[in-house]
């Protein structure tokens, strides 16, 4: 976690402050995300939208979410969801 954390710091606050980062969690239990009325992703949550960076952001991504042991997730999902908030910002 360290490592992802001082790359997402050094990637985030090293850029210009034009660029947009958002948070996408993985695994989490009960959440669901819609991209559109027939297509739904199952344990995903998007935590923030694309927006500046800030320090908040850095929270959200070393604390408050609590691994889940009973559910995992599909990356390929996850990059689906990632995808659809770059589309929609476009």
Not at 15 to 22: A, E
Request: aromatic letters at 6%; a negative charge.
């Amino acid at each position: 976690m360290v490592i992802v954390l001082k790359l997402f710091l050094s990637q985030v606050f090293g850029k210009s402050k034009t660029t947009d980062v958002g948070v996408v969690v993985l695994g989490s239990e009960n959440s669901k995300y819609t991209i559109d009325e027939n297509v739904s992703y199952n344990n995903i949550t998007v935590v923030r939208d694309l927006q500046p960076p800030s320090w908040g952001m850095v929270e959200d991504v070393t604390g408050g979410h609590e691994r889940s042991t009973t559910c995992g997730g599909d990356i390929l999902e996850a990059i689906i969801v990632a995808m659809s908030l770059l589309r929609d910002k476009g």
